[in-house]
């Protein structure tokens, strides 16, 4: 079952991406900032997309992005930035540090499905 | 400004504070999504029974195999609404919530009495906390009403 690592520092919407990922057949690896993202990627865990939210303590998603690059497992990971922000400075900010895609919330599950099973599809 | 006009003012400041973050806090409505979720998962099991009942029943009611397979759309039908009610609400409730937090930390810095001389928290200190570019439109539009005249 593909691997999908979800980060966002609200329990509810962890709650709430886990729940419409796992009902689509995805397997869901969460993490409440960036630094718990990448702890998740260092204990093995081999997402095939990451969604991350933008606005997190400790590491935000940018410096996520960033620090993932670096990593050899998650070097070409396609990752989705799922955020409030949808100004064209944080998307440019996004994109440069190696994010592929971007959803402004509130997204609909069928938006966010369809992202997810165009890079993954689930089996 | 006076001392005790501004120590007044931080006065407020750390209530308002303090109350916006009691607001923060009970904007948490877990336990509702969580109802919300465990109710799509039990329609999802009740949706899959009634379809493998379909397959194997073999029953010849005509009246309650017509019923069984309108319920079957039924069920998938209000599963899928509640989970985009319950997925696009727990968004906006975050969204309320970051923008309390925002409230939050800004009267919090504007409650601190001893900021360096000539310091003071600005309204670009405060766009630095938004979150949302609906935010940061609300912010302009708002300056320029009031520098207008």
Redesign the interface.
């Known amino acids: 079952m593909p691997v999908i690592l979800v980060l966002d520092d609200s329990a509810t919407m962890v709650m709430s991406l886990s729940h419409i990922l796992k009902g689509a057949g995805y397997e869901v690896e969460v993490g409440m900032n960036g630094r718990e993202g990448i702890t998740r990627i260092s204990e093995g865990v081999k997402p095939s997309v990451i969604l991350t939210d933008l606005n997190m303590p400790e590491l935000d998603g940018i410096g996520f992005i960033k620090e993932a690059r670096k990593i050899g497992s998650t070097k070409f990971t396609p990752i989705i930035v799922l955020t409030t922000e949808s100004g064209g400075r944080k998307r440019d900010e996004a994109r440069a540090a190696g994010a592929s895609g971007w959803l402004t919330k509130p997204a609909e599950p069928n938006q966010l499905l369809a992202v997810v099973k165009q890079l993954c599809p689930a089996k | 400004m006076s001392v005790t006009k501004e120590a007044n003012e931080h006065l407020v400041c750390a209530i308002l504070a303090e109350q916006v973050a009691a607001l923060r806090d009970r904007m ?3 336990a509702a ?2 109802l919300l ?1 465990r109710t ?1 998962a039990l329609l ?1 099991w009740l949706s899959g029974l009634l379809a493998e009942n379909q397959r194997h029943g073999g029953q010849s009611n005509p009246v309650f195999e017509r019923e069984r397979a309108e319920a079957i759309v039924q069920v998938a039908a209000i599963r899928t609404e509640l ?2 009610l ?3 609400q ?6 309320a ?2 923008i309390a937090d925002c409230i939050v930390t800004a009267l919090e810095r504007m409650a601190v009495a001893e900021m360096p001389r000539g310091t003071s928290f600005s309204s670009g200190d405060l766009a630095a906390l938004y ?4 935010q ?1 439109k609300l912010h302009d539009s708002v300056l320029r009403r009031l520098t207008r005249g």
């Not at chain 2, 727990?90 to 969204?95: I, L, P, V, Y």
């Open positions: 948490d409505a877990s999504f969580d979720w799509t999802s989970d985009e319950a997925f696009v727990a968004q906006r409730q975050d969204f919530r970051q979150v949302s570019e609906d940061r």
